[in-house]
């Protein structure tokens, strides 16, 4: 090959490369703005415009909060350990704004019998927050779990037990590092 060619070549490989790279950059950038919109509307839902009324509807409002506190975190958390949402502030907010009302409202929706045992996902989502709450709330995950296992008649809430107690006692956090293999839980 004369060297008259692969200076051709080379002059051909970059503008190649510069379009490569602009593409994912554009690329990127859709994603990004596909995922803040995904996650902004999340956040614009309301539980009280979707909560049915008539005599269920403070159970429906529960069942409402809890699972839009499991959903925001859940995207927010596997987006970020998959590298596709990168950390930012505003992320650190949402995931911290949506982590105690997880908790609170999970606490009341487990009191309430017909929909405790539509709560076993959103327990596996707070059993991933637990492990930097210390060991009393990871008690209650656990225990809760327990309970929602016995009701169900199944033992998927007891396999997701079993996977989130290996976290705890793990060095590793995040999402991935929790879920690190293949585990069917039908929740």
């Known amino acids: 090959m004369s060297s008259s060619w692969r200076y051709c070549r080379q002059i051909d490989y970059v503008p190649k490369h510069q379009q490569r790279q602009t593409s994912c950059a554009k690329l990127t950038r859709s994603i990004h703005w596909r995922l803040t919109t995904f996650l902004s509307r999340i956040e614009a839902f309301g539980s009280k415009d979707w909560a049915q009324s008539g005599d269920s509807h403070p159970d429906w409002l529960t069942v409402g909060a809890v699972y839009k506190s499991a959903v925001s975190l859940y995207a927010s958390l596997s987006l970020g350990s998959l590298g596709v949402l990168p950390p930012t502030v505003a992320l650190e907010n949402s995931q ?4 105690n009302p997880l908790f609170c ?33 990871r008690n209650w995950v656990e225990a809760s779990l327990r309970d929602i296992s016995r009701v169900l008649g199944t033992g998927c809430p007891i396999k997701a037990c079993a996977v989130l107690k290996m976290y705890w006692a793990s060095d590793a956090s995040g999402w991935d590092e929790c879920f690190d293999r293949p585990n069917v839980l039908i929740i």
């Not at 487990?110 to 637990?130: D, N, S, T």
């Open 96 to 99: 911290a704004a949506h982590n």
């Open 105 to 137: 409202e999970l606490h009341a929706a487990l009191k309430v019998p017909r929909i405790a045992k539509f709560m076993v996902w959103p327990l596996v989502v707070a059993g991933v927050q637990a492990k930097e709450r210390g060991e009393a709330t």
